[in-house]
């Protein structure tokens, strides 16, 4: 006889939770037991009774699955290791301190069938959300910094709960190389990458650490922002594509025969520019009422930064076309 398929799968990574994992892990399970469902919980090499505490919890409820790590290796590569040993169709990521009420994963669920999305993030409420001020500064700052690169269709990328699914999830991991501060954004810029709708559900985060940061450090948000940036690097289109030392070659080519263009450009304009009756027009333009001093050094700055800001957005259009599913911007690109 078959055995009846999980629908849920909720993974719950836990380091030093010992004080109220097997309370939490209670009240999550109450909390879904009308759908057909596990808990997983990675002990990720806690010094506590944390998996102690899980165990007891799951001779409650057998559906509670304890699994310990010999060490920790960080939130998301627990979650990703859970996720190899989950069942369901749908697959949870929910933190044990339940900062984040586990009544909000039915709600998720009911998100994530009436926008048939594949995805359901859920995002704090800057207004319902009182966190500490200092706090509040540098995730707006985070927050900023990775919708002008990355141009995702959600307004939060780092709240702990998400629900996906299975399938998204097995074509995306394969993918990622954080394992830490910054695996969500790394995780959902591949589901877009794929095409898999991603939607947002506000939610409430009742928050219980002590401090200006909470658990956070600024050494975290500082290897956040590096996280970050390393994944834009892999995320654009000539790493996600991996293209040939070949491909390589000729970009580069290319650039440089841009540059070379400029140069060339420039010698053919400058006569023709300086003409008296287009004099005053390029005196404003190449703003030659300011000493030469500053001014070239300016310039070359401005069209630096001009060049970086258009390689952003035409990476993030670039990569948006692959993810289409309809015809559209790029429409002559197939993903797959």
Not at 254 to 281: C, E, H, N, R, Y
Request: positive net charge.
């Amino acid at each position: 006889m078959q055995k009846e398929k999980i629908k849920l799968s909720v993974i719950i990574p836990a380091y030093n939770e010992g004080s109220h994992i097997f309370d939490n892990l209670l009240k999550v399970c109450h909390t879904v037991k009308k759908h057909k469902f596990e808990v997983i919980v990675i002990d990720d090499g806690s010094s506590d009774n944390t998996y102690t505490e899980s165990k007891r919890a799951a001779k409650i409820f057998k559906n509670i699955k304890p699994i310990r790590t010999k060490q920790n290796q960080g939130k998301g590569a627990s979650l990703f290791y859970g996720f190899e040993k989950a069942k369901g169709e749908l697959i949870a990521f929910l933190d044990a301190d339940l900062e984040i009420a586990p009544e909000y994963l039915n709600k998720l669920l009911i998100t994530m069938q009436k926008n048939k999305a594949d995805v359901v993030a859920g995002v704090k409420d800057p207004i319902t959300n009182r966190f500490p001020f200092l706090r509040r500064i540098t995730s707006a700052l985070y927050r900023l910094t990775v919708n002008f690169l990355f141009g995702l269709n959600i307004t939060d990328t780092q709240t702990g709960i998400k629900i996906f699914k299975r399938e998204v999830l097995e074509q995306s991991i394969p993918r990622l190389k954080v394992s830490r501060f910054a695996f969500d954004l790394e995780l959902l810029v591949a589901a877009s990458r794929f095409g898999y709708k991603i939607v947002e559900h506000p939610v409430e985060v009742i928050y219980q650490r002590k401090g200006k940061l909470g658990r956070m450090k600024f050494t975290h948000f500082f290897n956040s922002f590096i996280d970050t940036f390393t994944i834009y690097f892999r995320a654009s289109f000539w790493r996600w594509l991996e293209p040939s030392a070949g491909t390589q070659f000729w970009m580069v080519v290319f650039v440089f025969g841009v540059f070379l263009t400029g140069i060339g450009f420039a010698k053919i304009l400058s006569p023709i520019i300086l003409q008296p009756t287009l004099d005053k027009v390029s005196y404003i333009i190449f703003l030659r009422f300011i000493p030469s001093n500053i001014r070239d050094p300016l310039l070359t700055i401005t069209g630096i930064l001009t060049i970086l800001t258009a390689l952003i957005q035409l990476n993030k259009r670039l990569l948006k076309a692959f993810a289409r599913k309809d015809r559209g911007d790029l429409a002559g690109i197939l993903r797959k």
